[in-house]
C-alpha cells in the first residue's frame, strides 16, 4: 500500500500534489496520526461508493411515476446519485485506489427496493426514500466528521469533497418530505 501523507507547512495544497506523494512520509510513522490509514479509508469509500450505486437505483425508474412532479425529481435525484458516483471513483483514482467490483450490486438492491416500494402508493415511496436520504445525509455527516478529526491535509480535502454529497442528501430528503407534507 502506498502512502498518501504529505507532509507541509501552510495551506492545504491542491489534491494531485497530496496524492504524487509514494514514499513513506516520517510523520506517518508516528503512532496516532492517522486516525483513518489508507485501507480504512478506501473501505469507508467502497461502503459510500455501493450505498451510492443502491440510490442511483432507487431513482433510475423515474418514468415509471404518474405524478409529474416526482418524475422530474427523481430525473434530478438520479443525476446527482451519478455525480456522487463518479466524484467518489474519482477520490478513488486520485487515491491510486482501486474499488470493488461489488459496488454495482447497490444498483440492483436499489432496483429491487424501487420494484417493491412500487407495489405501494406513492406516499410509501416518499417516506421509504426520505428515511433512507436522511441516513445517507448521516452517514456523510459521521464519515466527514471523521475525516476532519484526523487533521490530515488529504483526509480534510476528501472531507471537503463528500460534504457537498452531504449536503444533497440532506436537500433530497427535505424536498421529500417537503413533497410527504404538501402532496
Not at 433510475?60 to 451519478?82: P, V
Not at 477520490?91 to 491510486?96: K, P
Request: charged share 30%; aromatic share 10%; glycine share 6%.
Amino acid at each position: 500500500m502506498l502512502c498518501l501523507q504529505i507532509c507541509y507547512d501552510g495551506d492545504i495544497p491542491d489534491f494531485k500534489k497530496l496524492t504524487k506523494a509514494r514514499q513513506v512520509c516520517p510523520c506517518s510513522l508516528q503512532k496516532g496520526v492517522n486516525d483513518i490509514d489508507d485501507k480504512k479509508l478506501l473501505k469507508e469509500l467502497n461502503k459510500i461508493l455501493t450505498l451510492e450505486h443502491g440510490h442511483l437505483g432507487m431513482y433510475k425508474n423515474y418514468q415509471d411515476y404518474q405524478d409529474k412532479e416526482i418524475r422530474r425529481a427523481f430525473r434530478r435525484f438520479m443525476e446527482i446519485e451519478i455525480e456522487h458516483i463518479n466524484k467518489i471513483k474519482n477520490i478513488f483514482r486520485n487515491l491510486g485506489g482501486i474499488y470493488s467490483p461489488l459496488i454495482e450490486s447497490g444498483d440492483i438492491i436499489g432496483n429491487l427496493l424501487g420494484i417493491t416500494v412500487n407495489f405501494i402508493n406513492d406516499q410509501e415511496v416518499l417516506k421509504t426514500y426520505s428515511f433512507i436520504e436522511n441516513k445517507a445525509h448521516e452517514g456523510y455527516m459521521n464519515f466527514v466528521a471523521k475525516l476532519e478529526k484526523d487533521n490530515e491535509p488529504r483526509n480534510n480535502f476528501i472531507a471537503e469533497m463528500v460534504a457537498a454529497n452531504m449536503f444533497e442528501a440532506k436537500l433530497m430528503h427535505l424536498w421529500l418530505e417537503d413533497k410527504l407534507r404538501n402532496g
